[in-house]
């Protein structure tokens, strides 16, 4: 029979067996410590269970649509019945689609953690997604696409290849040219007052926390470049620092092109109520315009 201690001995072995052997399948570098080698088996098992998941929801979803389509074929006993069309998402190279140029720069990979590269990554994703359901979608543009940001876009993001953006390794000014590009941040002095299709309009894709406060501003300046914020004061006053999300800065500027040119009503379509302390209303109703919120 064995005693405690050698019970002990063959779990602990078991265990390092098992780490040793999840090292070799995930191809992870030798040399590591024993905290380190843990660490990057848990995120590969995560990325694993993640892409488990979707595709067991995918299957779900199917399943569903085909129980749904099952229970009308039932229901209309035979008879005509109309099928609603699916809605049909609008292309950049369609008839409606605006000549505005929205840029998101992702070379910010240096100054960010990983954690805030997944984050970017999703804050685009949204972007996309509101762009296509859109009336009139906007040129939609990544540029200095490479490195860790689109390593995770070609690894994670499940059907990439196939979106309607423009993804250009070199950066803005390259791509656009100096005197076409204006750069979009909270600290310029400069206020935006409307879209010229002719420029290119550049979001810095860098999320950071406030970590590196007024960084793309600076950059803006040093490069001789055109500088602009949103007009944000003139309409909402907001309870923090007038910094917002890429995806938030990207989903104003859509719903200006597409809302006819109306400031007010982009801002009250897409900042969150929280970060709102006051509406301007010049004479609006504010219970109004509140009403009409869903975020």
Same mark, same amino acid.
């Given at each position: 029979? @064995? ?5 002990? *001995?063959?779990?602990?072995?078991? !265990? ?17 410590? /024993? ?10 098992? *995560? ?10 929801? /995918? ?12 229970? %009308? !074929? ?50 685009? %994703? ?21 490195? /860790?940001? /689109? ?13 309607? $953006? ?7 000014? @390259? ?6 590009? $204006? ?9 935006? %007052? ?28 040093? *490069? ?16 923090? !620092? ?22 007010? %009503? ?13 509406? *301007?209303?010049?004479?609006?109703? $504010? ?9």
């Amino acid at each position: 029979m @064995e005693g405690p201690c050698n019970s002990k *001995q063959n779990s602990l072995a078991a !265990r390092l067996c098992d780490t040793k052997a999840l090292a070799v399948k995930y191809n992870i570098p030798e040399g590591l410590s /024993k905290n380190q080698t843990k660490k990057l088996i848990k995120k590969y098992k *995560q990325e694993e269970h993640k892409q488990e998941w979707r595709r067991k929801k /995918k299957e779900m979803a199917k399943a569903k649509r085909k129980l749904k389509s099952q229970k %009308q !074929r039932e229901l209309s006993d035979g008879a005509s019945r109309e099928v609603p069309k699916p809605k049909v998402f609008k292309r950049m190279d369609s008839g409606a689609a605006s000549a505005v140029k929205i840029v998101i720069d992702v070379g910010y990979d240096d100054l960010m953690s990983d954690r805030d590269i997944v984050m970017l990554c999703k804050q685009i %994703q949204r972007c996309y997604s509101e762009n296509r359901r859109m009336e009139k979608p906007v040129q939609f543009y990544l540029s200095s696409f490479e490195g /860790k940001c /689109k390593k995770r876009f070609e690894d994670h993001i499940e059907g990439f290849s196939k979106w309607d $953006v423009k993804l250009c390794a070199e950066n803005y000014v @390259e791509k656009f040219g100096k005197d076409k590009v $204006v750069f979009l941040a909270a600290e310029s002095p400069n206020v935006l %007052q409307t879209l010229d299709p002719s420029k290119a309009y550049i979001i810095g894709g860098l999320v950071d926390h406030n970590h590196h406060k007024g960084h793309c501003y600076t950059g803006a300046q040093e *490069q001789g470049i055109s500088h602009a914020r949103l007009p944000i004061e003139d309409f909402i006053k907001l309870n923090s !620092r007038k910094v917002l999300a890429v995806n938030h800065v990207f989903e104003i500027l859509l719903w200006y092109v597409n809302n006819g040119g109306d400031w007010r %009503q982009a801002f009250n379509s897409v900042i969150p109520l929280r970060k709102i302390d006051q509406i *301007q209303t010049d004479g609006s109703n $504010v219970d109004h315009l509140l009403s009409t919120r869903t975020v």
